[in-house]
C-alpha cells in the first residue's frame, strides 16, 4: 500500500515536470528564492548607511561624508519625506548629539552636545552657504526662524563641531547649511495644501526652469498658520498680588508665517534671497504673567549676488627672456 502511494506521489511530480532535489543527510533545505529575496533585502538595508554622500560644509569643496575631516550627518530630501519633517527643527531632532526643547516662553532652544544657550547664538545656519546669524544677537534661529520649510530641500548638512576657521563667529558648536534643489531637478510646478487641528492650514508652491543653456529660475512660496490649542493657566506670577492678573486665561499660541525664496542663475552670475514675515502671539510675558492679546511681527530678508570664477585646473607659467 505504501509503495502504491509512493509511486503514485512521484509519478504525480513528473507530469507537472518538477525535478526533486535529492540532499545529504546533513543537507538543510534552502530555497534559493528566498536566499535571494533576503540578500536583495540586506543589500537595500546596507544602502541606506554605506551609500555615498557628498558633504560641502566641512571642507567648502564636494567631499565624500566618509572622507569629510569632520563629524557630519546629511539629511537627504528622500529622509525628510519619510521621516514626515515639516521644518528645520523637525529634521535636527533626528541628528545625533543634537536635542531641541522649549523655554518658558515658547521659544525652541537647541541643545549641541550638552552645549545650551537661550537664543542658540553658537550655531551658524545657512541656506546655501549664505549665513542667516543676525548682527544684533548672533541668532539665526531667535526669536522664530526656526520654521524654515522643506519642500525646496534638497538636503541638510549639519557638521558638529566648531568651524570658526572656515566660517568666522557663531560657528562655535555646530554649522547647519540648507541645500536648496537646482531648476534642473525641480523642472516643473508643484503645489501641496495641507490642513488639521486648530484651524492649521499649510500651503506650499515650489517653482523651477532651465532656460537655454545658461539661464535657471527657480524658487518657493510658503505660508502656515495656524491659532493653537486653547489652554488655561488657572495662576500666573501675578496672582494673589496687588497688581491685576490675566489668569485664569488662555496664552497666546496662534501664528502666521509667509516665507517665499528665489535663485536665479545665468552663466557664472547668480542671485539668491529669501523674505519671511513671521507673526507669533506671546506664549507668556516678562515676569511669568500671562499677557493680554499681545503678538510679535518680525520680517527678515537678505539677498546675495555672486559671481564665480573659474581657473584653469592646470595653471602655467612661462618666463620672458
Given at each position: 500500500?505504501?509503495?502504491?502511494?509512493?509511486?503514485?506521489?512521484?509519478?504525480?511530480?513528473?507530469?507537472?515536470?518538477?525535478?526533486?532535489?535529492?540532499?545529504?543527510?546533513?543537507?538543510?533545505p534552502s530555497p534559493p528564492d528566498l536566499q535571494m529575496a533576503d540578500n536583495s533585502s540586506t543589500e537595500n538595508e546596507l544602502l541606506l548607511f554605506y551609500e555615498e554622500k557628498d558633504?560641502?560644509?566641512?571642507?567648502?569643496?564636494?567631499?565624500?561624508?566618509?572622507?569629510?575631516?569632520?563629524?557630519?550627518?546629511?539629511?537627504?530630501?528622500?529622509?525628510?519625506?519619510?521621516?514626515?519633517?515639516?521644518?528645520?527643527?523637525?529634521?535636527?531632532?533626528?541628528?545625533?548629539?543634537?536635542?531641541?526643547?522649549?523655554?518658558?516662553?515658547?521659544?525652541?532652544?537647541?541643545?549641541?552636545?550638552?552645549?545650551?544657550?537661550?537664543?542658540?547664538?553658537?550655531?551658524?545656519?545657512?541656506?546655501?552657504?549664505?549665513?542667516?546669524?543676525?548682527?544684533?544677537?548672533?541668532?539665526?534661529?531667535?526669536?522664530?526662524?526656526?520654521?524654515?520649510?522643506?519642500?525646496?530641500?534638497?538636503?541638510v548638512e549639519v557638521v558638529r563641531g566648531p568651524g570658526s576657521a572656515l566660517y568666522g563667529n557663531s560657528a562655535f558648536v555646530a554649522t547647519i547649511n540648507i541645500i536648496t534643489r537646482?531648476?534642473?531637478?525641480?523642472?516643473?510646478?508643484?503645489?501641496?495644501?495641507?490642513?488639521?487641528?486648530?484651524?492649521?492650514?499649510?500651503?506650499?508652491?515650489?517653482?523651477?526652469?532651465?532656460?537655454?543653456?545658461?539661464?535657471?529660475?527657480?524658487?518657493?512660496?510658503?505660508?502656515?498658520?495656524?491659532?493653537?490649542?486653547?489652554?488655561?493657566?488657572?495662576?500666573?506670577?501675578?496672582?494673589?498680588?496687588?497688581?491685576?492678573?490675566?489668569?485664569?486665561?488662555?496664552?497666546?499660541?496662534?501664528?502666521?508665517?509667509?516665507?517665499?525664496?528665489?535663485?536665479?542663475?545665468?552663466?557664472?552670475?547668480?542671485?539668491?534671497?529669501?523674505?519671511?514675515?513671521?507673526?507669533?502671539?506671546?506664549?507668556?510675558?516678562?515676569?511669568?504673567?500671562?499677557?493680554?492679546?499681545?503678538?510679535?511681527?518680525?520680517?527678515?530678508?537678505?539677498?546675495?549676488?555672486?559671481?564665480?570664477?573659474?581657473?584653469?585646473?592646470?595653471?602655467?607659467?612661462?618666463?620672458?627672456?
Amino acid at each position: 500500500m505504501k509503495q502504491g502511494m509512493l509511486i503514485a506521489a512521484l509519478a504525480f511530480l513528473l507530469s507537472l515536470g518538477m525535478k526533486a532535489p535529492v540532499l545529504g543527510a546533513d543537507d538543510p533545505p534552502s530555497p534559493p528564492d528566498l536566499q535571494m529575496a533576503d540578500n536583495s533585502s540586506t543589500e537595500n538595508e546596507l544602502l541606506l548607511f554605506y551609500e555615498e554622500k557628498d558633504l560641502y560644509t566641512a571642507t567648502k569643496t564636494h567631499t565624500s561624508l566618509r572622507k569629510a575631516p569632520a563629524i557630519a550627518t546629511i539629511i537627504t530630501a528622500d529622509e525628510i519625506r519619510n521621516m514626515g519633517a515639516r521644518s528645520l527643527l523637525d529634521v535636527l531632532k533626528m541628528v545625533p548629539g543634537i536635542g531641541i526643547s522649549i523655554n518658558e516662553f515658547g521659544l525652541s532652544v537647541i541643545e549641541v552636545r550638552g552645549v545650551r544657550s537661550s537664543i542658540s547664538e553658537k550655531i551658524l545656519v545657512m541656506i546655501d552657504g549664505h549665513s542667516l546669524n543676525k548682527n544684533i544677537t548672533g541668532s539665526a534661529l531667535y526669536p522664530y526662524s526656526e520654521m524654515i520649510p522643506m519642500e525646496n530641500i534638497r538636503q541638510v548638512e549639519v557638521v558638529r563641531g566648531p568651524g570658526s576657521a572656515l566660517y568666522g563667529n557663531s560657528a562655535f558648536v555646530a554649522t547647519i547649511n540648507i541645500i536648496t534643489r537646482n531648476a534642473e531637478e525641480i523642472d516643473s510646478l508643484e503645489a501641496k495644501v495641507g490642513g488639521g487641528s486648530f484651524d492649521s492650514f499649510k500651503g506650499n508652491l515650489v517653482g523651477g526652469k532651465a532656460i537655454g543653456d545658461k539661464l535657471t529660475v527657480s524658487g518657493s512660496f510658503d505660508h502656515i498658520q495656524s491659532n493653537g490649542p486653547k489652554l488655561t493657566v488657572e495662576a500666573d506670577a501675578l496672582t494673589g498680588s496687588p497688581f491685576p492678573s490675566q489668569a485664569p486665561g488662555t496664552p497666546g499660541l496662534s501664528f502666521k508665517q509667509t516665507d517665499s525664496f528665489l535663485k536665479i542663475g545665468y552663466g557664472d552670475l547668480s542671485f539668491r534671497g529669501g523674505f519671511r514675515t513671521v507673526r507669533k502671539d506671546f506664549f507668556v510675558g516678562f515676569g511669568y504673567a500671562l499677557t493680554d492679546n499681545n503678538y510679535q511681527e518680525i520680517d527678515t530678508y537678505w539677498g546675495e549676488l555672486a559671481y564665480g570664477l573659474r581657473l584653469a585646473e592646470r595653471p602655467s607659467a612661462r618666463r620672458s627672456p
